[in-house]
């Protein structure tokens, strides 16, 4: 799997997750940081589902974790905001099939990663029992 570029960071901010009030949080903050660098109403929201998909994951599966929000830039003047989540948890066992839309262990409708996956531009995922699960998405305006 490839492993994403790294980019100069303009700001960051880190928001504890553990349960579903702190979705409220991370929707917030990343709509701010998305304005804020000049993308439109609709990709903010766009940006902002896909940070809560993976902060819900983690509550939901991990029970708790973190998820880093940055603004970063590339090539001087390109922008983007970058959604680091990470979790201590139990892992995920198959990830080629957790990727697939309707897949769920969970009940539900199994479209969170898939989707994190179409809205962002860049997706890396990792996980396994010892270490958890980490997902950085980017999307650059
Ligand atoms: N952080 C995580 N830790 C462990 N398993 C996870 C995590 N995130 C996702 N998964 C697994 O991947 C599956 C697919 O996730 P997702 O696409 O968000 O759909 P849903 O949450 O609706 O099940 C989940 O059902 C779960 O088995
Ligand atoms: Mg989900």
Redesign the pocket.
């Known amino acids: 799997m490839k492993i994403l570029a790294m980019n100069k960071i303009i700001e960051e901010t880190t928001i504890d997750v553990c349960e579903s009030v702190d979705n409220a949080v991370v929707i917030y903050t990343t709509r701010q940081m998305a304005a804020q660098i000049g993308f439109n109403e609709a990709q903010q929201f766009l940006i902002a589902t896909a940070a809560s998909?993976l902060s819900?994951?983690?509550i939901?599966?991990?029970k708790k974790g973190f998820v880093i929000l940055r603004t970063i830039s590339k090539n001087h003047d390109s922008r983007g905001i970058e959604i680091i989540a990470k979790?201590n948890?139990?892992?995920?066992e198959d990830i080629d099939r957790?990727m697939q839309e309707h897949?769920?262990?969970?009940n539900?409708?199994?479209?969170?990663?898939?989707s994190v996956k179409r809205i962002m531009d860049e997706f890396f995922i990792e996980?396994s029992p010892e270490n958890g699960?980490l997902v950085i998405a980017k999307k650059w305006r």
């Open positions: 998909e819900t994951n983690i939901r599966y991990a979790d948890g139990s892992g995920i957790a897949f769920s262990t969970g539900s409708l199994g479209l969170g990663l898939p996980s699960t």
